[in-house]
């Protein structure tokens, strides 16, 4: 076998190496459904500094202010956004008509 036939061989590996890890990396982004889970990094540090019940605000990243009051997170505080503001802190919204 000559350098041209394994120089193929080995760019014809990476490229079916570089395919099976991107189709990888795009099923498990499909399994929730590509969106992050939880609450944005902002709402922590949006309570840094504050007490469990004290109101705070930050900017989220679609440049949206979110307000609400920090809640106890297991050992960090974190930002639960008042009603009517989406889902911001990643906590599902109670429907009120069922």
Request: aromatic share 6%; with cysteine.
């Amino acid at each position: 076998m000559n350098i041209t036939q394994k120089t193929f061989i080995a760019i014809t590996l990476m490229g079916i190496f570089s395919a099976i890890i991107a189709f990888g990396n795009d099923a498990s982004s499909q399994e929730t459904g590509g969106r992050r889970q939880g609450p944005p990094p902002e709402a922590y540090t949006a309570c840094e500094g504050q007490n469990a019940g004290d109101t705070a605000e930050f900017v989220s990243p679609h440049r949206d202010t979110v307000t609400g009051t920090c809640e106890q997170e297991g050992d960090r505080l974190v930002l639960r956004p008042d009603r009517g503001q989406g889902n911001a802190g990643g906590r599902p919204m109670n429907n009120p008509n069922g």
